[in-house]
């Protein structure tokens, strides 16, 4: 079975500093990840993806996440903080069939 | 185009009593999906379906039940609802298998007293 992992169920950033969401996976096979944001009373919206191919993943509002098959990661990134990134986000691993997500990290932006 | 809808997107019920919550997709996707949202525990699958007909089961089916009678509809059943079945609950679909985006639903938030 697969199980994701993400550090820290609250982080806090000043607007304009580095976002860090860490997210870790178990997974017997190559896997799918997949980062999702969450905005207050909405469903969620893929941020990004990895499937094959170039491990630095770029996606959507300026974020990316790289795939470190050695260390089982899937960390995402974003250089500056705004104000309108403040959500829940969620990582996710997918073994072809089913989809398993994190728990979830709330990201507050201190103006 | 709506994507994925959900009905209704709140409920109050009381313990014992059923309901079925509504999914609908206008984009022709194969694959949906029922999760249900608690805090603390992130996402978790309840049933899914690979296409018209087809149903399956997920982490947390115990208590729900599924049908997928038209392709563009799932339907989650609750027979006798507890208070342990308090939670949003959110639809979503995909095209295919794993390394196709799911796109979800705004969610149903049902409290059973």
């Known amino acids: 079975a697969q199980s994701v992992t993400q550090l820290g169920s609250h982080v806090s950033v000043s607007e304009g500093a580095l976002v860090l969401l860490r997210c870790n996976y178990s997974?017997?096979?190559?896997?799918?990840l997949f980062w999702y944001v969450q905005y207050p009373n909405q469903g969620l919206q893929l941020l990004l993806k990895y499937t094959t191919g170039a491990t630095l993943v770029k996606g959507i509002n300026g974020f990316e996440a790289e795939f470190k098959k050695s260390e089982t990661s899937f960390h995402l990134t974003k250089p500056s903080a705004h104000m309108s990134d403040a959500a829940e986000y969620f990582c996710?691993?997918?073994?072809?069939?089913?989809?398993?997500f994190g728990t979830g990290t709330s990201l507050t932006v201190i103006p | 185009n709506a994507g994925v809808t959900q009905t209704p997107k709140f409920r109050v019920l009381k313990t014992g009593q059923s309901m079925t919550l509504l999914c609908a997709q206008d984009?022709?996707?194969?694959?949906m999906y029922w999760y249900r949202q608690d805090p603390g525990m992130g996402l978790r699958l309840i049933h899914y379906?690979?296409?018209?007909?087809?149903?399956a089961k997920g982490e947390v089916p115990d208590g729900y039940n599924v049908s997928r009678l038209k392709k563009q509809n799932f339907l989650l059943g609750l027979e006798s609802a507890a208070p342990s079945q308090t939670s949003v609950y959110f639809c979503?679909?995909?095209?295919?298998?794993?390394?196709?985006?799911?796109?979800f639903g705004p969610g149903t938030r049902l409290t059973v007293l």
């Open positions: 979503a679909s995909s095209y295919g298998r794993g390394v196709d985006t799911q796109y």
């Open positions: 996710a691993v997918s073994d072809g069939n089913q989809f398993y």
């Open positions: 379906s690979v296409g018209e007909g087809t149903t």
């Open positions: 984009m022709n996707h194969e694959y």
């Open positions: 997974s017997s096979v190559p896997p799918y």
